[in-house]
């Protein structure tokens, strides 16, 4: 008999004393029950994944955030300083796939699920056992690509993360198809998981280049930028539109042209990454009709504006401001896509690395985590105060800067100009994100729990979190 055991019947049998009645025979509680060391990790995980609120997913983000800009500035410190024992490569690697995997995704699909989905499918235990095994699975690229780059526990972990969106994927979308979500609402959400799970594609085809130690060049780029884009345009995109449209409860003609260009411009603009190479005319057409579509998708969202901004003026000021930013930062996205079917241009964008830089932190950051923050903030699960205010606009800071010097930097490289002192601005740029984000993971930090044994009606040991001010 164990512990826990002698301890249940040990209550029973003093609850029985008090109560004047006589526990003929007291049943170990393993009679029923799992008892051990084992069973006791388990069943405390179960309990634990179980009460996992939404606020919980969105303090857990938070914190991988700042993991997220820490890695940043210990990048930027790696280019102006010697630091030996680390490879750049493989924590670049970590520091992307940490951003995709441990920050944005739990971030929206946490959100989607709680928040788009009725509570009586958001309320499945299911949701809550994917989104830990996406978040395991983060934290394992985490701890291996900085080690070994792509290898066989980074691949492993990356493999196991793919088939893990796989999962919420098929479930998410039979959940919403059920559900009364408006239309625009619904197929910007079905369209976000879509291309999250084809954009393992690319993923896969880079994991089996690098790991073979291919040379082919071109597909090795073409790769990343495909999987880049479906996760950039496609599932940050649409679940940001899905998580504004189903918050400001609009649909009306206008959302619904935005909606189905924003969707149907994906694909076709996925081939303006590839003007970078010789492509054959089939798909220099294709892209052409990518960008029409996007110009497209900028008007509809331009007429849509003035039936979002009733709703957005009800919300808290900070949220209108950060918000604002964010669709500014999502304009000159879909400007800077439109521009690349320019032969001249494309060639000058793609042979550039502070522009590619640049473009991908303004859509990650200025876009999406932006919008995550401010949707976070209107919604109460994001503690601000004071130093929430100082934490965020230093983060806010920190990207304004970032862009700056990286945009400065690639028209540097183009006008055969360059200065030193923008390395020392991108770091001054990390600086600011890493102490932006830490103190907002700090602000949000997790509620201390402590547990205490109850015993239940019949006679079942329960643990019941019992909270005190921390």
Not at 49 to 69: E, G, R, Y
Not at 248 to 260: E, V
Request: aromatic share 14%.
């Amino acid at each position: 008999m164990s512990f826990i055991d002698n301890f249940t019947n040990f209550d029973i049998a003093m609850e029985s004393r008090k109560s004047g009645t006589r526990n003929e025979k007291l049943a170990p509680l393993s009679a029923g029950h799992k008892s051990g060391w084992w069973w006791g990790i388990t069943g405390g995980l179960h309990r634990r994944i179980a009460n996992t609120s939404l606020a919980s997913w969105i303090q857990i983000a938070l914190a991988n955030l700042a993991v997220v800009a820490l890695l940043g500035l210990v990048l930027r410190g790696k280019i102006l300083f010697n630091i030996p024992f680390l490879d750049f490569r493989y924590l670049l690697h970590a520091h992307s796939h940490f951003a995709f995997g441990g920050w944005i995704t739990v971030a929206l699909l946490s959100l989607m699920a709680y928040i788009i989905l009725p509570s009586e499918y958001a309320g499945k235990a299911i949701y809550k056992w994917m989104l830990t095994a996406i978040l395991i699975t983060s934290y394992g690229m985490l701890f291996t690509f900085p080690f070994q780059g792509y290898g066989l526990y980074s691949i492993l972990f990356s493999n196991l993360f793919i088939f893990s969106s796989y999962a919420f994927t098929v479930v998410f979308i039979k959940d919403i198809w059920k559900s009364a979500v408006v239309s625009s609402v619904k197929v910007l959400s079905i369209g976000a998981v879509i291309y999250m799970s084809l954009s393992s594609a690319g993923a896969f085809t880079l994991a089996y280049l690098m790991a073979t130690k291919s040379q082919q060049t071109y597909l090795y780029r073409d790769a990343i930028y495909s999987y880049l884009h479906l996760q950039y345009s496609g599932f940050f995109s649409l679940s940001v539109f899905a998580l504004m449209l189903h918050y400001l409860k609009i649909d009306n003609r206008y959302t619904k042209w935005f909606t189905w260009s924003l969707t149907a411009s994906v694909l076709p603009t996925m081939f303006l990454c590839y003007l970078w190479h010789e492509i054959s005319n089939l798909f220099q057409i294709i892209a052409f009709a990518g960008s029409i579509l996007l110009i497209a998708t900028l008007i509809c969202f331009l007429l849509m504006l003035p039936a979002l901004l009733p709703g957005i003026q009800k919300t808290k000021p900070l949220t209108k401001k950060v918000v604002g930013i964010a669709m500014i930062a999502f304009i000159f996205k879909l400007i800077f896509q439109a521009l690349t079917i320019i032969p001249s241009l494309g060639v000058l964008a793609f042979s550039n690395r502070p522009i590619i830089i640049g473009f991908l932190h303004l859509v990650l950051l200025g876009f999406v985590s932006l919008f995550i923050l401010a949707y976070c903030i209107e919604n109460r699960l994001f503690k601000y105060n004071r130093m929430g205010a100082i934490a965020l606009w230093t983060f806010v800071a920190g990207i304004v800067l970032n862009e700056l010097a990286l945009f400065s930097q690639g028209l540097g490289y183009m006008l055969m100009m360059s200065s030193s002192m923008l390395d020392w601005l991108l770091l001054l740029a990390a600086v600011c994100l890493c102490s932006g984000a830490l103190l907002m993971a700090i602000q949000n930090r997790r509620t201390i729990y402590r547990r205490s044994p109850v015993i239940d009606t019949d006679g079942r040991l329960k643990v019941l979190p019992v909270k005190y001010p921390d």
